[in-house]
Protein backbone atom coordinates (compact mmCIF):
# COMPACT_ATOMS: atom_id res chain seq x y z
CA UNK A 1 0.00 0.00 0.00
CA UNK A 2 1.99 3.28 -0.91
CA UNK A 3 1.33 6.77 -0.74
CA UNK A 4 -2.17 7.79 -1.97
CA UNK A 5 -1.63 11.42 -1.69
CA UNK A 6 1.87 13.09 -1.58
CA UNK A 7 1.88 16.82 -0.18
CA UNK A 8 5.20 18.42 -0.59
CA UNK A 9 6.47 21.32 0.81
CA UNK A 10 2.82 22.73 0.43
CA UNK A 11 2.06 26.65 1.51
CA UNK A 12 -0.87 28.48 1.59
CA UNK A 13 -0.99 32.66 2.57
CA UNK A 14 -3.85 34.49 2.94
CA UNK A 15 -3.03 37.94 2.66
CA UNK A 16 -5.50 41.66 4.39
CA UNK A 17 -4.98 44.78 2.80
CA UNK A 18 -5.32 46.81 6.02
CA UNK A 19 -6.03 50.44 3.86
CA UNK A 20 -3.72 52.99 2.25
CA UNK A 21 -1.44 54.01 4.70
CA UNK A 22 -1.63 50.71 6.88
CA UNK A 23 0.96 47.53 6.22
CA UNK A 24 -1.57 44.66 5.33
CA UNK A 25 -1.33 41.29 7.60
CA UNK A 26 -0.05 37.77 5.68
CA UNK A 27 -1.12 34.97 7.42
CA UNK A 28 0.57 31.89 6.72
CA UNK A 29 -1.97 29.29 7.20
CA UNK A 30 -0.28 26.60 5.80
CA UNK A 31 3.90 26.33 6.07
CA UNK A 32 6.35 24.24 4.02
CA UNK A 33 4.06 21.29 4.79
CA UNK A 34 5.39 17.94 3.75
CA UNK A 35 3.33 14.28 4.81
CA UNK A 36 2.54 11.11 2.36
CA UNK A 37 -1.08 9.64 3.50
CA UNK A 38 -0.72 5.72 2.35
CA UNK A 39 -3.98 4.27 0.96
CA UNK A 40 -5.93 2.65 3.20
CA UNK A 41 -5.21 4.29 6.10
CA UNK A 42 -6.47 6.58 9.08
CA UNK A 43 -4.64 9.71 9.27
CA UNK A 44 -5.41 12.00 12.25
CA UNK A 45 -4.81 15.14 12.07
CA UNK A 46 -5.26 17.42 14.98
CA UNK A 47 -4.59 20.43 16.24
CA UNK A 48 -6.18 23.68 17.91
CA UNK A 49 -7.62 26.99 16.51
CA UNK A 50 -5.11 28.47 13.69
CA UNK A 51 -3.34 25.19 13.40
CA UNK A 52 -3.82 24.81 9.83
CA UNK A 53 -5.81 21.81 9.95
CA UNK A 54 -9.17 22.49 7.58
CA UNK A 55 -6.97 24.86 5.15
CA UNK A 56 -4.36 21.86 4.53
CA UNK A 57 -7.76 19.73 3.58
CA UNK A 58 -9.07 22.31 1.55
CA UNK A 59 -5.76 22.78 -0.30
CA UNK A 60 -5.15 18.86 -0.58
CA UNK A 61 -9.14 19.22 -2.38
CA UNK A 62 -8.67 22.29 -4.40
CA UNK A 63 -11.04 24.12 -2.82
CA UNK A 64 -8.54 26.96 -2.23
CA UNK A 65 -5.81 27.72 -3.85
CA UNK A 66 -1.97 26.82 -2.86
CA UNK A 67 0.47 29.58 -2.76
CA UNK A 68 3.04 27.11 -3.39
CA UNK A 69 4.30 23.69 -3.10
CA UNK A 70 3.20 20.13 -4.62
CA UNK A 71 -0.24 18.18 -3.84
CA UNK A 72 -0.14 14.60 -5.90
CA UNK A 73 -3.44 12.39 -5.89
CA UNK A 74 -3.24 8.91 -6.91
CA UNK A 75 -0.85 10.42 -9.88
CA UNK A 76 -2.56 14.13 -10.71
CA UNK A 77 -1.13 16.94 -9.71
CA UNK A 78 -3.18 19.10 -7.55
CA UNK A 79 -1.84 22.63 -7.29
CA UNK A 80 -2.29 24.64 -10.26
CA UNK A 81 -4.41 21.88 -11.72
CA UNK A 82 -6.61 22.80 -15.02
CA UNK A 83 -10.50 22.88 -13.92
CA UNK A 84 -10.59 19.19 -15.78
CA UNK A 85 -7.72 17.65 -13.65
CA UNK A 86 -9.67 19.01 -10.62
CA UNK A 87 -12.75 17.53 -11.11
CA UNK A 88 -11.00 14.32 -12.00
CA UNK A 89 -9.23 14.82 -8.34
CA UNK A 90 -12.48 15.89 -6.53
CA UNK A 91 -14.14 12.82 -7.98
CA UNK A 92 -11.74 10.87 -5.46
CA UNK A 93 -12.78 12.77 -2.51
CA UNK A 94 -15.36 12.66 -0.27
CA UNK A 95 -15.89 15.02 2.49
CA UNK A 96 -17.94 15.31 6.01
CA UNK A 97 -18.16 18.12 7.91
CA UNK A 98 -18.45 19.12 11.63
CA UNK A 99 -22.32 20.49 11.48
CA UNK A 100 -24.49 17.79 10.36
CA UNK A 101 -26.91 20.54 9.16
CA UNK A 102 -24.62 21.76 6.76
CA UNK A 103 -24.00 18.32 5.01
CA UNK A 104 -27.44 18.24 3.66
CA UNK A 105 -29.55 20.64 1.69
CA UNK A 106 -32.71 20.75 4.31
CA UNK A 107 -35.37 21.05 1.06
CA UNK A 108 -34.03 17.76 -0.27
CA UNK A 109 -34.86 14.48 1.09
CA UNK A 110 -32.26 11.76 1.96
CA UNK A 111 -32.84 9.62 -1.22
CA UNK A 112 -32.19 13.07 -3.21
CA UNK A 113 -29.63 14.46 -1.06
CA UNK A 114 -27.82 10.84 -2.20
CA UNK A 115 -28.31 10.42 -5.48
CA UNK A 116 -28.13 14.08 -6.73
CA UNK A 117 -24.76 13.90 -7.15
CA UNK A 118 -24.52 10.46 -9.20
CA UNK A 119 -26.87 11.76 -11.54
CA UNK A 120 -24.84 14.80 -12.22
CA UNK A 121 -22.07 12.72 -12.91
CA UNK A 122 -24.22 11.32 -15.63
CA UNK A 123 -25.90 7.97 -13.96
CA UNK A 124 -29.27 6.78 -14.58
CA UNK A 125 -31.91 7.87 -11.63
CA UNK A 126 -32.99 4.01 -11.31
CA UNK A 127 -29.06 2.87 -10.80
CA UNK A 128 -28.58 5.86 -8.49
CA UNK A 129 -31.96 5.26 -6.47
CA UNK A 130 -30.15 1.30 -6.12
CA UNK A 131 -26.25 2.94 -5.00
CA UNK A 132 -28.42 5.29 -2.39
CA UNK A 133 -30.03 1.86 -0.68
CA UNK A 134 -26.60 0.31 -0.66
CA UNK A 135 -25.14 3.52 0.83
CA UNK A 136 -28.01 3.77 3.66
CA UNK A 137 -27.60 0.11 4.59
CA UNK A 138 -23.99 0.89 4.63
CA UNK A 139 -24.53 3.40 7.13
CA UNK A 140 -27.02 1.10 8.93
CA UNK A 141 -29.94 3.02 8.70
CA UNK A 142 -33.33 1.74 7.60
CA UNK A 143 -34.54 2.27 4.06
CA UNK A 144 -37.53 3.99 5.62
CA UNK A 145 -35.50 7.01 5.87
CA UNK A 146 -35.02 7.91 1.88
CA UNK A 147 -38.31 9.27 2.19
CA UNK A 148 -37.28 11.85 5.07
CA UNK A 149 -36.34 15.35 5.54
CA UNK A 150 -33.08 16.57 7.58
CA UNK A 151 -35.47 18.17 10.72
CA UNK A 152 -36.70 14.76 10.94
CA UNK A 153 -33.73 13.29 11.98
CA UNK A 154 -31.78 13.60 14.87
CA UNK A 155 -27.93 14.89 14.62
CA UNK A 156 -26.50 11.60 14.84
CA UNK A 157 -28.81 10.08 12.33
CA UNK A 158 -28.18 13.25 9.94
CA UNK A 159 -24.40 12.56 10.45
CA UNK A 160 -25.10 9.20 9.14
CA UNK A 161 -26.82 10.34 5.87
CA UNK A 162 -23.91 12.49 5.30
CA UNK A 163 -21.73 9.44 5.59
CA UNK A 164 -23.90 7.30 3.12
CA UNK A 165 -24.03 10.16 0.71
CA UNK A 166 -20.03 10.18 1.17
CA UNK A 167 -20.21 6.61 0.35
CA UNK A 168 -22.01 6.31 -2.46
CA UNK A 169 -19.60 8.35 -4.96
CA UNK A 170 -17.09 5.69 -4.35
CA UNK A 171 -14.45 7.64 -3.47
CA UNK A 172 -11.03 6.96 -2.14
CA UNK A 173 -10.28 9.35 0.39
CA UNK A 174 -12.73 10.46 3.01
CA UNK A 175 -11.91 13.54 4.40
CA UNK A 176 -13.93 14.05 7.70
CA UNK A 177 -13.50 17.61 9.51
CA UNK A 178 -14.33 17.11 13.46
CA UNK A 179 -17.01 14.35 12.29
CA UNK A 180 -18.37 14.07 15.69
CA UNK A 181 -17.36 16.98 17.44
CA UNK A 182 -21.20 18.37 17.82
CA UNK A 183 -22.72 15.20 18.69
CA UNK A 184 -23.60 13.89 21.90
CA UNK A 185 -20.82 10.93 23.56
CA UNK A 186 -23.35 8.00 22.47
CA UNK A 187 -23.95 9.09 19.22
CA UNK A 188 -20.10 9.64 19.05
CA UNK A 189 -19.70 6.51 19.93
CA UNK A 190 -21.98 4.75 17.02
CA UNK A 191 -20.71 7.34 14.29
CA UNK A 192 -16.66 6.24 15.54
CA UNK A 193 -17.73 2.29 15.13
CA UNK A 194 -19.56 2.80 12.00
CA UNK A 195 -16.68 4.75 10.39
CA UNK A 196 -14.08 2.14 11.65
CA UNK A 197 -16.57 -0.38 10.38
CA UNK A 198 -16.53 0.91 7.18
CA UNK A 199 -12.99 1.86 6.95
CA UNK A 200 -12.22 -2.21 7.05
CA UNK A 201 -14.87 -3.39 4.59
CA UNK A 202 -14.22 -0.74 1.94
CA UNK A 203 -10.34 -0.65 2.54
CA UNK A 204 -10.97 3.35 2.65
CA UNK A 205 -8.62 5.95 3.37
CA UNK A 206 -9.44 8.37 5.69
CA UNK A 207 -8.15 11.62 6.55
CA UNK A 208 -9.63 12.37 10.59
CA UNK A 209 -9.21 16.12 11.29
CA UNK A 210 -10.03 17.00 14.88
CA UNK A 211 -8.56 18.73 18.36
CA UNK A 212 -10.08 15.82 20.49
CA UNK A 213 -6.96 13.92 20.94
CA UNK A 214 -9.51 11.11 22.47
CA UNK A 215 -11.03 10.64 19.31
CA UNK A 216 -7.80 11.07 17.22
CA UNK A 217 -6.45 7.99 19.70
CA UNK A 218 -9.27 5.87 19.08
CA UNK A 219 -9.57 5.42 14.88
CA UNK A 220 -5.91 6.99 13.78
CA UNK A 221 -3.15 4.25 12.36
CA UNK A 222 -1.05 7.69 12.24
CA UNK A 223 -1.59 11.18 13.53
CA UNK A 224 -0.12 14.14 12.47
CA UNK A 225 0.20 17.18 14.73
CA UNK A 226 -0.23 20.52 13.33
CA UNK A 227 0.50 23.84 14.94
CA UNK A 228 0.11 27.58 13.98
CA UNK A 229 0.21 26.25 9.64
CA UNK A 230 2.93 23.98 10.38
CA UNK A 231 3.36 20.02 11.05
CA UNK A 232 5.27 19.52 14.22
CA UNK A 233 5.48 15.85 13.98
CA UNK A 234 3.92 12.34 12.81
CA UNK A 235 4.12 9.27 13.14
CA UNK A 236 2.16 6.17 14.42
CA UNK A 237 -0.65 6.58 17.12
CA UNK A 238 1.87 4.77 19.33
CA UNK A 239 5.11 6.53 18.82
CA UNK A 240 3.11 10.23 18.91
CA UNK A 241 1.12 9.59 21.95
CA UNK A 242 3.78 7.63 24.16
CA UNK A 243 6.89 9.22 22.99
CA UNK A 244 6.04 12.91 21.98
CA UNK A 245 9.14 14.40 20.39
CA UNK A 246 7.78 17.60 19.36
CA UNK A 247 6.80 20.38 23.14
CA UNK A 248 3.45 20.91 21.28
CA UNK A 249 2.79 17.57 21.29
CA UNK A 250 3.42 17.10 25.12
CA UNK A 251 1.37 20.07 26.02
CA UNK A 252 -1.29 19.02 24.04
CA UNK A 253 -1.34 15.48 25.70
CA UNK A 254 -0.68 17.15 29.10
CA UNK A 255 -3.66 19.49 28.88
CA UNK A 256 -6.56 16.92 27.33
CA UNK A 257 -8.36 16.66 30.76
CA UNK A 258 -7.83 13.18 32.61
CA UNK A 259 -10.27 10.42 31.29
CA UNK A 260 -9.81 9.04 35.02
CA UNK A 261 -10.22 11.34 37.90
CA UNK A 262 -7.27 8.16 39.58
CA UNK A 263 -5.18 10.18 37.30
CA UNK A 264 -5.83 13.74 38.17
CA UNK A 265 -2.39 15.06 39.33
CA UNK A 266 -1.35 17.53 41.22
CA UNK A 267 1.83 17.93 39.43
CA UNK A 268 -0.02 18.46 36.24
CA UNK A 269 1.91 20.87 34.18
CA UNK A 270 -0.48 23.81 32.39
CA UNK A 271 1.55 25.61 29.70
CA UNK A 272 0.90 29.03 29.38
CA UNK A 273 -0.14 31.21 26.29
CA UNK A 274 -2.40 30.25 23.78
CA UNK A 275 -2.63 29.32 20.05
CA UNK A 276 -1.46 32.75 18.14
CA UNK A 277 0.84 33.63 20.76
CA UNK A 278 3.75 33.47 18.39
CA UNK A 279 7.08 35.35 18.48
CA UNK A 280 7.47 38.75 16.24
CA UNK A 281 10.31 37.20 13.95
CA UNK A 282 8.78 34.63 11.28
CA UNK A 283 11.81 32.70 11.05
CA UNK A 284 11.62 32.10 14.75
CA UNK A 285 9.81 28.60 16.14
CA UNK A 286 6.15 28.97 16.33
CA UNK A 287 6.17 27.39 19.87
CA UNK A 288 9.24 29.40 21.10
CA UNK A 289 6.52 31.64 23.31
CA UNK A 290 4.88 28.70 25.15
CA UNK A 291 7.72 26.14 25.14
CA UNK A 292 9.18 24.92 28.04
CA UNK A 293 12.27 24.42 26.53
CA UNK A 294 12.65 27.43 24.61
CA UNK A 295 16.46 28.06 23.87
CA UNK A 296 18.08 31.27 22.21
CA UNK A 297 18.28 29.61 18.77
CA UNK A 298 14.37 28.79 18.63
CA UNK A 299 14.07 32.59 18.48
CA UNK A 300 15.63 33.23 15.45
CA UNK A 301 15.72 29.69 13.50
CA UNK A 302 12.73 27.26 12.65
CA UNK A 303 13.91 23.73 13.02
CA UNK A 304 13.58 21.20 10.32
CA UNK A 305 11.46 17.66 10.46
CA UNK A 306 14.10 15.56 11.47
CA UNK A 307 13.55 11.63 12.28
CA UNK A 308 13.04 9.84 15.33
CA UNK A 309 12.23 6.67 14.36
CA UNK A 310 11.00 4.38 11.53
CA UNK A 311 8.24 6.76 10.37
CA UNK A 312 8.09 9.06 13.19
CA UNK A 313 9.28 12.62 12.65
CA UNK A 314 9.48 16.08 14.63
CA UNK A 315 10.61 19.53 14.32
CA UNK A 316 12.47 20.38 16.86
CA UNK A 317 15.81 21.53 17.84
CA UNK A 318 15.78 19.35 20.94
CA UNK A 319 14.30 16.10 20.29
CA UNK A 320 16.63 14.11 22.11
CA UNK A 321 15.94 16.12 24.98
CA UNK A 322 14.75 13.39 27.10
CA UNK A 323 17.23 10.90 25.75
CA UNK A 324 19.62 13.60 27.36
CA UNK A 325 17.15 13.94 30.35
CA UNK A 326 16.94 10.58 30.56
CA UNK A 327 21.27 9.44 30.41
CA UNK A 328 21.53 12.22 33.22
CA UNK A 329 18.75 10.35 35.36
CA UNK A 330 20.53 7.42 35.06
CA UNK A 331 24.11 8.52 35.82
CA UNK B 1 -21.75 16.94 58.79
CA UNK B 2 -21.41 20.26 56.94
CA UNK B 3 -24.68 22.78 56.18
CA UNK B 4 -26.04 21.63 52.87
CA UNK B 5 -25.49 25.21 51.19
CA UNK B 6 -27.65 24.43 47.94
CA UNK B 7 -30.47 21.85 48.36
CA UNK B 8 -32.75 21.04 45.32
CA UNK B 9 -35.26 19.05 46.61
CA UNK B 10 -37.84 17.33 44.26
CA UNK B 11 -37.40 20.18 41.40
CA UNK B 12 -39.73 19.28 38.42
CA UNK B 13 -39.90 21.73 35.46
CA UNK B 14 -42.19 21.61 32.39
CA UNK B 15 -42.17 23.64 29.16
CA UNK B 16 -45.28 24.48 27.37
CA UNK B 17 -45.12 23.40 23.68
CA UNK B 18 -47.72 23.33 21.39
CA UNK B 19 -50.36 21.17 22.38
CA UNK B 20 -49.06 20.16 25.86
CA UNK B 21 -46.08 19.79 28.01
CA UNK B 22 -42.08 18.96 27.65
CA UNK B 23 -41.08 17.03 31.37
CA UNK B 24 -37.69 18.65 30.67
CA UNK B 25 -36.90 17.90 34.64
CA UNK B 26 -38.34 15.55 36.90
CA UNK B 27 -38.17 15.40 40.85
CA UNK B 28 -34.64 15.97 40.69
CA UNK B 29 -33.26 16.08 43.91
CA UNK B 30 -29.57 16.76 45.43
CA UNK B 31 -27.30 19.01 47.70
CA UNK B 32 -23.77 20.52 47.18
CA UNK B 33 -21.80 21.53 50.42
CA UNK B 34 -19.65 24.56 50.66
CA UNK B 35 -16.35 24.40 48.52
CA UNK B 36 -17.69 21.62 47.28
CA UNK B 37 -17.52 20.81 43.03
CA UNK B 38 -20.61 19.48 41.67
CA UNK B 39 -20.42 18.23 38.12
CA UNK B 40 -24.09 17.51 36.62
CA UNK B 41 -22.96 15.43 33.51
CA UNK B 42 -25.50 14.01 30.75
CA UNK B 43 -26.01 14.31 26.61
CA UNK B 44 -28.67 16.65 24.73
CA UNK B 45 -31.72 17.17 26.36
CA UNK B 46 -31.20 15.74 30.05
CA UNK B 47 -32.09 18.93 31.75
CA UNK B 48 -28.76 19.71 33.00
CA UNK B 49 -28.67 23.10 31.96
CA UNK B 50 -32.56 23.76 32.76
CA UNK B 51 -31.39 23.29 36.07
CA UNK B 52 -28.87 25.68 36.23
CA UNK B 53 -30.88 28.19 34.81
CA UNK B 54 -33.34 27.72 37.24
CA UNK B 55 -31.17 27.97 40.21
CA UNK B 56 -30.16 31.68 39.01
CA UNK B 57 -34.12 32.39 38.23
CA UNK B 58 -33.04 32.94 34.56
CA UNK B 59 -36.17 31.61 33.15
CA UNK B 60 -35.47 29.88 29.71
CA UNK B 61 -38.69 30.97 28.00
CA UNK B 62 -41.02 31.98 30.72
CA UNK B 63 -43.48 30.16 29.98
CA UNK B 64 -42.30 27.35 32.61
CA UNK B 65 -44.33 25.11 35.26
CA UNK B 66 -42.02 24.46 38.52
CA UNK B 67 -42.41 22.27 41.27
CA UNK B 68 -39.93 21.26 44.02
CA UNK B 69 -37.73 23.89 45.89
CA UNK B 70 -34.37 25.42 45.21
CA UNK B 71 -32.62 25.67 49.05
CA UNK B 72 -29.54 28.08 48.83
CA UNK B 73 -28.45 28.38 52.73
CA UNK B 74 -31.92 27.80 54.02
CA UNK B 75 -34.15 29.91 51.74
CA UNK B 76 -36.12 29.05 48.88
CA UNK B 77 -34.88 30.57 45.98
CA UNK B 78 -38.14 29.30 44.16
CA UNK B 79 -40.35 31.49 46.88
CA UNK B 80 -38.04 34.77 46.45
CA UNK B 81 -39.37 37.82 44.93
CA UNK B 82 -37.94 38.47 42.38
CA UNK B 83 -36.05 42.27 44.07
CA UNK B 84 -34.95 39.64 46.58
CA UNK B 85 -33.63 37.02 43.87
CA UNK B 86 -31.65 39.77 42.18
CA UNK B 87 -29.49 40.27 45.74
CA UNK B 88 -28.40 36.43 45.42
CA UNK B 89 -28.15 36.40 41.70
CA UNK B 90 -24.36 37.71 41.05
CA UNK B 91 -23.74 38.24 44.28
CA UNK B 92 -24.48 35.02 46.64
CA UNK B 93 -24.66 32.84 43.27
CA UNK B 94 -22.37 33.76 40.02
CA UNK B 95 -22.66 32.12 37.09
CA UNK B 96 -20.30 31.73 33.77
CA UNK B 97 -21.81 30.53 30.46
CA UNK B 98 -20.38 28.90 27.48
CA UNK B 99 -19.19 31.72 25.33
CA UNK B 100 -18.72 34.74 27.22
CA UNK B 101 -19.70 37.12 24.16
CA UNK B 102 -23.36 36.27 25.51
CA UNK B 103 -22.66 38.00 28.98
CA UNK B 104 -20.01 40.46 28.07
CA UNK B 105 -21.32 44.12 26.84
CA UNK B 106 -19.34 44.71 24.07
CA UNK B 107 -19.25 48.48 24.31
CA UNK B 108 -17.55 48.59 27.72
CA UNK B 109 -14.20 47.92 28.49
CA UNK B 110 -13.19 44.49 30.43
CA UNK B 111 -12.17 46.57 33.52
CA UNK B 112 -15.06 48.86 33.76
CA UNK B 113 -17.40 45.74 33.31
CA UNK B 114 -15.63 44.14 36.47
CA UNK B 115 -15.81 47.63 38.75
CA UNK B 116 -19.41 47.52 38.08
CA UNK B 117 -20.10 44.68 40.16
CA UNK B 118 -17.52 45.96 42.76
CA UNK B 119 -20.04 49.21 43.10
CA UNK B 120 -22.76 46.96 43.73
CA UNK B 121 -20.76 46.02 46.70
CA UNK B 122 -19.99 49.57 47.44
CA UNK B 123 -16.72 49.45 46.10
CA UNK B 124 -15.61 52.06 43.55
CA UNK B 125 -12.80 54.54 42.38
CA UNK B 126 -9.28 53.43 43.81
CA UNK B 127 -9.98 50.71 45.67
CA UNK B 128 -11.81 49.38 42.85
CA UNK B 129 -9.12 49.64 40.21
CA UNK B 130 -6.55 48.17 42.81
CA UNK B 131 -9.11 44.82 43.20
CA UNK B 132 -9.81 44.50 39.65
CA UNK B 133 -5.92 44.26 39.06
CA UNK B 134 -5.74 41.76 41.53
CA UNK B 135 -8.59 39.95 40.47
CA UNK B 136 -6.73 39.74 36.93
CA UNK B 137 -3.64 38.58 38.22
CA UNK B 138 -5.37 35.86 40.36
CA UNK B 139 -6.99 34.59 36.68
CA UNK B 140 -3.62 35.00 35.47
CA UNK B 141 -4.53 37.80 32.76
CA UNK B 142 -1.26 38.73 31.08
CA UNK B 143 -0.19 42.31 31.38
CA UNK B 144 -3.47 42.89 33.78
CA UNK B 145 -2.82 46.72 33.39
CA UNK B 146 -3.48 46.91 29.29
CA UNK B 147 -5.76 44.22 29.50
CA UNK B 148 -8.26 46.40 31.96
CA UNK B 149 -8.52 48.44 29.06
CA UNK B 150 -9.50 46.12 26.40
CA UNK B 151 -12.84 45.77 24.55
CA UNK B 152 -14.11 42.50 24.40
CA UNK B 153 -13.72 42.03 21.30
CA UNK B 154 -9.97 42.17 21.27
CA UNK B 155 -9.62 39.66 24.04
CA UNK B 156 -9.13 35.81 23.12
CA UNK B 157 -11.88 33.45 24.00
CA UNK B 158 -9.62 32.44 26.66
CA UNK B 159 -9.05 35.94 28.14
CA UNK B 160 -12.90 36.40 27.93
CA UNK B 161 -13.44 33.34 30.25
CA UNK B 162 -10.82 34.67 32.51
CA UNK B 163 -12.58 37.86 33.09
CA UNK B 164 -15.81 36.34 33.05
CA UNK B 165 -14.40 34.51 36.15
CA UNK B 166 -12.86 37.73 37.55
CA UNK B 167 -16.22 39.45 37.19
CA UNK B 168 -17.90 36.77 38.76
CA UNK B 169 -15.38 35.98 41.67
CA UNK B 170 -15.42 39.99 42.42
CA UNK B 171 -18.69 39.45 44.44
CA UNK B 172 -17.25 36.51 46.52
CA UNK B 173 -20.32 34.51 45.82
CA UNK B 174 -20.76 31.51 47.71
CA UNK B 175 -21.88 29.60 44.85
CA UNK B 176 -20.55 29.39 40.73
CA UNK B 177 -22.56 28.14 37.99
CA UNK B 178 -20.23 27.07 35.47
CA UNK B 179 -22.32 26.02 32.31
CA UNK B 180 -20.31 24.47 29.87
CA UNK B 181 -17.52 26.76 30.87
CA UNK B 182 -14.78 25.31 28.25
CA UNK B 183 -16.39 23.48 25.40
CA UNK B 184 -15.58 26.75 23.47
CA UNK B 185 -12.18 27.27 23.86
CA UNK B 186 -9.01 25.83 22.68
CA UNK B 187 -7.67 22.31 24.76
CA UNK B 188 -4.77 24.51 25.89
CA UNK B 189 -6.46 27.08 26.98
CA UNK B 190 -9.14 24.64 28.52
CA UNK B 191 -6.40 23.27 30.90
CA UNK B 192 -5.52 26.66 32.19
CA UNK B 193 -9.06 27.74 32.47
CA UNK B 194 -10.02 24.54 34.54
CA UNK B 195 -7.37 25.49 36.34
CA UNK B 196 -7.52 28.97 37.48
CA UNK B 197 -11.62 27.77 38.22
CA UNK B 198 -10.58 25.46 40.74
CA UNK B 199 -7.80 26.87 42.07
CA UNK B 200 -10.18 30.51 42.80
CA UNK B 201 -12.87 28.68 44.10
CA UNK B 202 -10.62 26.69 46.21
CA UNK B 203 -9.25 29.61 47.72
CA UNK B 204 -12.46 31.42 48.00
CA UNK B 205 -14.24 28.36 49.32
CA UNK B 206 -16.94 28.89 46.37
CA UNK B 207 -18.83 26.00 46.03
CA UNK B 208 -19.21 25.14 42.65
CA UNK B 209 -22.22 23.98 40.02
CA UNK B 210 -20.56 22.57 36.87
CA UNK B 211 -22.93 21.60 33.70
CA UNK B 212 -21.21 19.82 31.10
CA UNK B 213 -21.70 16.36 28.75
CA UNK B 214 -17.59 16.52 28.91
CA UNK B 215 -16.61 13.70 31.28
CA UNK B 216 -12.95 14.61 31.17
CA UNK B 217 -13.64 17.41 32.71
CA UNK B 218 -15.28 16.37 35.14
CA UNK B 219 -12.88 13.36 35.86
CA UNK B 220 -10.24 16.33 35.96
CA UNK B 221 -12.02 19.20 38.80
CA UNK B 222 -15.19 17.36 40.45
CA UNK B 223 -15.75 15.99 43.90
CA UNK B 224 -19.06 14.80 43.36
CA UNK B 225 -20.84 13.68 40.06
CA UNK B 226 -24.81 13.28 39.09
CA UNK B 227 -25.92 11.71 35.99
CA UNK B 228 -28.68 12.47 34.13
CA UNK B 229 -30.60 11.12 31.23
CA UNK B 230 -34.21 12.68 30.23
CA UNK B 231 -34.61 15.29 33.00
CA UNK B 232 -33.88 13.11 35.44
CA UNK B 233 -31.08 12.67 37.92
CA UNK B 234 -29.73 8.69 37.95
CA UNK B 235 -27.12 8.58 39.62
CA UNK B 236 -25.09 10.52 42.00
CA UNK B 237 -21.81 10.13 44.38
CA UNK B 238 -18.31 10.78 44.88
CA UNK B 239 -16.43 10.95 41.52
CA UNK B 240 -13.79 8.08 42.23
CA UNK B 241 -17.14 5.97 43.28
CA UNK B 242 -19.20 6.79 39.69
CA UNK B 243 -15.73 6.51 37.56
CA UNK B 244 -14.87 2.89 39.23
CA UNK B 245 -17.87 1.56 40.05
CA UNK B 246 -21.09 3.31 38.21
CA UNK B 247 -23.88 0.74 38.68
CA UNK B 248 -27.05 2.48 37.05
CA UNK B 249 -26.91 1.08 33.32
CA UNK B 250 -27.20 4.40 31.32
CA UNK B 251 -23.94 5.44 33.44
CA UNK B 252 -21.85 2.44 32.77
CA UNK B 253 -23.07 3.10 29.15
CA UNK B 254 -22.33 6.65 29.00
CA UNK B 255 -18.91 5.20 30.43
CA UNK B 256 -17.92 2.86 28.27
CA UNK B 257 -19.03 5.03 25.17
CA UNK B 258 -16.04 7.17 25.92
CA UNK B 259 -12.79 7.09 23.90
CA UNK B 260 -10.76 6.72 25.96
CA UNK B 261 -7.95 3.73 24.18
CA UNK B 262 -6.61 3.13 21.61
CA UNK B 263 -9.19 0.54 18.36
CA UNK B 264 -6.55 -1.92 18.98
CA UNK B 265 -7.63 -1.83 22.55
CA UNK B 266 -11.14 -2.88 21.68
CA UNK B 267 -14.51 -1.09 20.41
CA UNK B 268 -16.09 1.72 22.55
CA UNK B 269 -20.18 0.66 23.10
CA UNK B 270 -22.47 2.92 21.70
CA UNK B 271 -26.13 2.78 23.21
CA UNK B 272 -28.65 2.07 20.51
CA UNK B 273 -31.49 3.75 20.27
CA UNK B 274 -32.21 8.17 20.60
CA UNK B 275 -33.43 9.90 24.13
CA UNK B 276 -36.89 10.56 24.77
CA UNK B 277 -38.60 13.61 24.98
CA UNK B 278 -41.04 13.12 27.54
CA UNK B 279 -44.36 15.16 26.84
CA UNK B 280 -46.36 13.24 29.09
CA UNK B 281 -45.45 12.05 32.57
CA UNK B 282 -45.54 7.73 33.27
CA UNK B 283 -44.65 5.99 36.13
CA UNK B 284 -42.27 4.33 34.10
CA UNK B 285 -38.00 4.34 34.30
CA UNK B 286 -37.15 7.02 30.82
CA UNK B 287 -34.41 4.41 30.24
CA UNK B 288 -36.39 1.00 30.00
CA UNK B 289 -36.42 0.95 26.16
CA UNK B 290 -32.64 1.13 25.95
CA UNK B 291 -31.50 -0.46 29.16
CA UNK B 292 -30.31 -3.39 28.36
CA UNK B 293 -31.42 -4.85 31.95
CA UNK B 294 -34.44 -3.78 31.51
CA UNK B 295 -37.54 -5.91 33.40
CA UNK B 296 -41.14 -5.67 33.63
CA UNK B 297 -41.33 -3.84 36.51
CA UNK B 298 -39.43 -0.91 34.50
CA UNK B 299 -41.97 -0.09 32.28
CA UNK B 300 -44.67 -0.17 35.38
CA UNK B 301 -43.20 1.82 37.54
CA UNK B 302 -40.62 4.28 38.43
CA UNK B 303 -37.64 3.70 40.36
CA UNK B 304 -37.20 5.45 43.64
CA UNK B 305 -33.72 7.11 44.28
CA UNK B 306 -31.95 4.92 46.89
CA UNK B 307 -28.60 5.01 48.90
CA UNK B 308 -26.74 1.69 47.90
CA UNK B 309 -24.02 3.13 49.16
CA UNK B 310 -23.78 6.16 51.66
CA UNK B 311 -23.12 8.94 49.19
CA UNK B 312 -23.97 6.98 46.51
CA UNK B 313 -27.60 7.22 45.35
CA UNK B 314 -28.76 5.39 42.24
CA UNK B 315 -32.27 5.22 40.64
CA UNK B 316 -33.25 1.85 39.11
CA UNK B 317 -35.04 -0.98 40.31
CA UNK B 318 -32.46 -3.74 38.63
CA UNK B 319 -29.41 -2.94 39.84
Known amino acids: MGAIIKIKDLNKQFSFAKGLFAKGITINAVQDLTLDINEGEILGLIGESGSGKTTLARTMLGLTMASGGHVDIDGTEVVGASKRNLRKVREQFAVVFQDPASNLNPRQTVESSIIRPLIIRGMSKAEAKEKAKVALANVQMDLSYLGSYPHQLSGGQQQRIAIARALVMDPKVMILDEPTSALDISVQAQILNLLLELQEKLNLTYVIITHDLNVIRYVSDRIAVMYMGRLVEYGSVDDVLEDPRHPYTEILIHSVPVMNPEDRGSEKQIFPGEPGDVPEDPQACRLAKRCPYVMEKCLHETPEMTEIGPGHFAECFLINRKNARTEEENK | ?319
Open chain 2, 1 to 319: MAEELLKVENLSIDYKIEGGYLSAVNDVSFSIEPGQVMALVGESGCGKSTIAHTVMRLSIDHNEKIGGHIYFQGRDLLALSEPDMEKVRGKEIGMIFQNPLDSLNPVYRAGTQVEEGLKLDGISGEEAKQRVLELFKDVQIPNPETRMESFPHELSGGMRQRVMIAMMLAREPKLLIADEPTTALDVTVEAQVLRIMKDMCEKEHAAVLLITHNFGIVAEIADRVGIMYAGELVEEGEIHEIFRQPIHPYSQALLSALPRMKKSQGRIQAIEGNVPRITEKEDVCRFANRCPYAEAICREKRPERREVVPGHWVCCHVK
